[in-house]
């Protein structure tokens, strides 16, 4: 383990599973054998349905096991533990009607001005979270290699976030997932999320380690990198399960490839 580490943070979709996807039975048994070791969190911008189907259904929790997870949905908006035999809210910061009225008009005109409203789709293009509003741009199902070849230079999410982001000064606009951009409360990303976490488990930002595959900046798992937490950039599962394997020891000679830190703000 890397030796300051008392907690393991991930992000999910393009960390722990495919977007969207289930987790394999691989990163099932690298997750578990982690819990075994280290309380884990996991932060993403999906909802807790999201968690459920992605995650929690392919693990083999025994509440030992799931008293060490936590689970922080929608960008770390909200916050869940395990308490009598279920998951309960520790927090949960969600919009109100009228912002969530006024940030659905504003990523509809933009998508539509900027030529990114697709009319044929995997689902919903625009879902309310209660505590986030998510554009995905060929829906909320979309097939993985939809996802990869509809913005591979990141440069149609750029448009959008800098349409909205001017629109909506009064709140939190991020470059979510492939296709997709989250817009929460101002203040309210994924570095609001492990503050709290931090708080809660009296912990301090040297005794975290986070892993997510938008840690460049602009991306939502970026927050984090910039609040001064030790974080290692992934591509996929696959690289996270190496991780994971490294962290427990199965490599031993193979350093944990963590980022150069930035200035903490």
């Excluded at 979709?13 to 997750?31: E, N, Q």
């Excluded at 949960?92 to 990523?107: H, W």
């Excluded at 962290?247 to 000679?253: A, E, T, Y």
Aim: include cysteine; glycine fraction near 8%; hydrophobic fraction near 40%.
């Amino acid at each position: 383990m890397v030796a300051s580490t008392r907690i393991v943070v991930f992000d999910l979709d393009d960390t722990l599973a495919l977007s969207k996807a289930k987790i394999t039975p691989t990163m099932a048994r690298c997750l578990t054998r982690l819990l075994a070791e280290k309380p884990v969190c996991i932060i993403s911008g999906g909802r807790y349905e999201q968690f459920r189907t992605q995650v929690l259904d392919e693990l083999p929790l025994t509440p030992e096991l799931a008293q060490r997870l936590h689970l922080m949905p929608t960008c770390g908006t909200r916050y869940l533990r395990w308490e009598a035999g279920e998951w309960r809210n520790v927090y949960a910061e969600n919009l109100t009607e009228d912002e969530k009225a006024l940030i659905v008009r504003v990523l509809t005109e933009g998508a539509k001005s900027l030529g990114l409203w697709a009319e044929n789709t995997w689902g919903d293009i625009i879902e309310d979270r209660d505590s986030q509003i998510t554009f995905s741009a060929l829906g909320q199902q979309a097939p993985h290699q939809e996802k990869a070849a509809w913005d591979p230079t990141g440069a149609r999410r750029r448009a959008l976030w800098e349409y909205a982001s001017e629109r909506l000064p009064d709140l939190e606009v991020r470059s979510g997932g492939s296709t997709s951009i989250d817009v929460t409360k101002k203040g309210i990303d994924k570095a609001y999320g492990m503050q709290r976490l931090l708080d809660h488990l009296d912990l301090t930002k040297e005794d975290v380690l986070f892993v997510g595959d938008r840690l460049d900046e602009g991306g939502n798992d970026y927050p984090v990198r910039a609040m001064g937490v030790p974080c290692v950039a992934v591509t996929g599962w696959e690289q996270t399960a190496d991780v994971i394997d490294t962290l427990l020891g199965d490599h031993p000679d193979r350093p944990v490839p963590l980022l150069a830190p930035l200035d903490v703000r």
